[in-house]
């Protein structure tokens, strides 16, 4: 079974908010140490690059993956 991540699942996110779901466990990792099959898993896919291209790579899949939380988190100072 796949688990789409609770951040780009708005159904899940609709029923935890009318009450029809109840979150029973959280996970918190650092962003600064996501690894490029972290960023595959979060399913961001910067599909310019495959893993045999090793750290060039895992770059590519952080700043895939920056690139969106960027767009969706507006960093601390800037809440406007």
Wanted: proline letters at 4%; aromatic letters at 4%; zero cysteines.
């Amino acid at each position: 079974m796949s688990v789409k991540p609770i951040l780009f699942n708005t159904e899940m996110v609709r029923a935890i908010l009318d009450g029809r779901k109840t979150v029973t466990d959280v996970r918190v990792e650092r962003l600064q140490e996501i690894d490029g099959h972290s960023v595959l898993a979060e399913g961001v896919d910067n599909g310019k690059s495959n893993p045999t291209m090793k750290k060039r790579w895992e770059n590519m899949q952080r700043m895939a993956f920056l690139e969106l939380w960027n767009g969706i988190i507006k960093p601390a100072g800037r809440r406007k």
